[in-house]
């Protein structure tokens, strides 16, 4: 434990400089190309924000473009929820063929030897 409590970061975690809203953040992870793309996501939306509204305050420009992401990411999900029920659905209606299929050959003798 650290002197605050806190475990110790895991030893393949990396130190990553980040630019939100003009504001420099150092965050730890295991990919830093990945948090530097999800960082650029979200400073894409701070920006979108604050320049679709006109809000000075960061706090509520930080709320707004959570709930921003927030709705993209559950339209996201509702839509793949979506396909996985219509590949479900596919998936069984295949099985139920290939079962009508199954039952409708002739089970062929086995050659003798």
């Known amino acids: 434990m650290s002197e605050n409590g806190a475990p110790p970061p895991r030893p393949s975690s990396q130190v990553v ?3 939100l809203a003009g504001r420099l953040y ?3 992870g295991e990919d830093p190309a990945l948090l530097r793309a999800l960082a650029a996501r979200v400073d894409d939306a701070l920006a979108e924000v604050a320049g679709a509204s006109g809000l000075h305050d960061d706090f509520k420009v930080a709320v707004l473009a959570a709930l921003n992401l927030a709705s993209e ?3 996201r999900r509702e839509a793949w929820l979506a396909r996985a029920r219509a590949v479900g659905q596919r ?3 295949l099985e139920e ?3 009508q299929l199954a039952a409708a050959i002739e089970p062929v003798d086995e050659p003798r030897a």
């Open 17 to 19: 400089e980040v630019e």
């Open 26 to 28: 150092r965050l730890r």
């Open 73 to 75: 990411h559950e339209e």
């Open 91 to 93: 998936a069984r209606r």
């Open 97 to 99: 063929s290939l079962l």
